[in-house]
């Protein structure tokens, strides 16, 4: 099984990545930073003998660099668009978390055709609306609206896209994602990647670590019974827990959102991502 993970050097990616190579996975990290990903790298297969771990230089704010990113890559059994950043201008983070796993799937294409394609949204999309007049929140500056709606913007496409497949008849599929209330004082260390630092007990008490937040996606990746179109998340409160089945809140699958939302995708993308992908 070949697996991408973007952003698979930190965070959430990463847990993502050592628990797929235990499974027996090969892991393609995802990431800007040759560093980082070899650190990584060496701390998974320290943690998991044999475990066949590869980089891929990815930076999903430089678009024109994305089709490089991907030459080379053998096909995918399964994709998780991961990568994200929370704290940066309202416009990067549309741009990044939103418009480069759009546009990076456009060329992944060839290499798709019968993978999963897992999209990771987040707990902060449910309050969230999109505006469908200021996607690139050039008028709103409200960084953690922005965030939140960057991520919702994920979902609605993660949604949209397994729709577009079904009709297609393809044998990929789309499954959304998301790792509830993930932190880093709840999270193992890792040496050369993460340090825990002091915890609460509270904290515990309601959220967990970023490895058990990449529990959804693993098994999204993993799970035969599995299908597209679903989310999965955290069972307690949507917040802790062993992944299970969510039904979406309207707004993430409103259909007539999710087909403004793609159509002004590949107009600031430059890229038609359905005509590639056959749909």
Not at 161 to 170: E, Q
Request: aromatic share 6%; hydrophobic share 40%; charged share 20%.
């Amino acid at each position: 099984m070949n697996v991408l993970v973007t952003g698979g050097n930190a965070g959430i990616g990463y847990f993502t990545a050592e628990q797929l190579a235990e499974a027996g996975a090969t892991v393609v990290l995802g990431s800007r930073s040759q560093a980082k990903a070899e650190r990584a790298a060496a701390s998974i297969r320290a943690r998991v003998p044999g475990a066949v771990v590869r980089h891929t230089p990815l930076d999903l704010s430089d678009l024109p660099s994305l089709k490089s990113s991907v030459d080379g890559l053998d096909p995918l059994d399964a994709v998780v668009f991961n990568a994200g950043i929370a704290d940066a201008d309202p416009e990067l983070l549309f741009a990044t978390n939103h418009l480069g796993h759009f546009a990076l799937t456009y060329w992944l294409a060839p290499l798709l055709t019968s993978a999963r394609i897992i999209t990771v949204g987040s707990f902060a999309a449910r309050s969230e609306r999109l505006d469908l007049d200021d996607l690139q929140s050039t008028h709103d500056h409200d960084q953690k609206r922005a965030y939140g709606r960057s991520k919702l913007a994920q979902m609605s496409f993660g949604f949209e896209l397994d729709r577009r497949l079904r009709a297609a008849r393809s044998d990929a599929m789309s499954v959304v994602v998301h790792p509830g209330g993930a932190l880093d004082s709840l999270t193992p260390s890792r040496p050369g990647v993460h340090t825990r630092p002091a915890s609460t007990r509270i904290a515990g008490l309601l959220l967990h670590g970023k490895d058990d937040g990449a529990r959804p996606a693993v098994h999204a990746a993993l799970d035969p019974d599995v299908e597209g179109g679903q989310l999965w998340g955290p069972r307690q409160f949507g917040l802790r827990g062993k992944p299970h089945l969510e039904k979406p809140h309207a707004h993430m699958t409103d259909e007539q959102t999710a087909k403004v939302l793609w159509d002004r995708s590949c107009e600031l993308t430059g890229l038609n991502l359905g005509e590639v992908l056959g749909l």
